[in-house]
Nanobody
Framework: QVQLVESGGGLVQAGESLRLSCAAS????????MAWFRQAPGKEREFVTA????????YYADSVKGRFTISRDNAKNTVYLQMNSLKPEDTAVYYC???????????????WGQGTQVTVTS
């Protein structure tokens, strides 16, 4: 079992930055594919970015490419999401996920955090 706790969400203006953190506890973190998904009101939860156990493997949704960066610190069992040049359409609850087999496929992930709200005003 893996427990995930997200933090770092908040209210920012368009163009500003935020860094989200996801702290994992429980089973070994190092070998897990880790990801961030987001869900806006009235919409389905969508893939944002993922990082493999080999930190060279990263995946991004087209909508965040060039603005968001995922990273992980295996020594701290933590995954980060650096979000720059935020836009109002980035407003959503952001969820950390672990244990996926297909980076972009929500249903393949075994573990989820409770989510953290990100609100971007224009």
């Amino acid at each position: 079992q893996v427990q995930l706790v997200e933090s770092g969400g908040g209210l920012v203006q368009a163009g500003e930055s935020l860094r989200l953190s996801c702290a994992a506890s429980g089973r070994t973190f190092t070998g897990y594919l880790m990801a961030w998904f987001r869900q806006a009101p009235g919409k389905e939860r969508e893939f944002v970015t993922a990082i493999g156990s080999n930190v060279g493997n990263t995946y991004y949704a087209d909508s965040v490419k060039g603005r968001f960066t995922i990273s992980r610190d295996n020594a701290k069992n933590t995954v980060y999401l650096q979000m720059n040049s935020l836009k109002p359409e980035d407003t959503a609850v952001y969820y950390c996920a672990a244990g996926g087999t297909v980076p972009t496929a929500r249903r393949t992930y075994d573990y989820w955090g409770q989510g953290t709200q990100v609100t971007v005003t224009s």
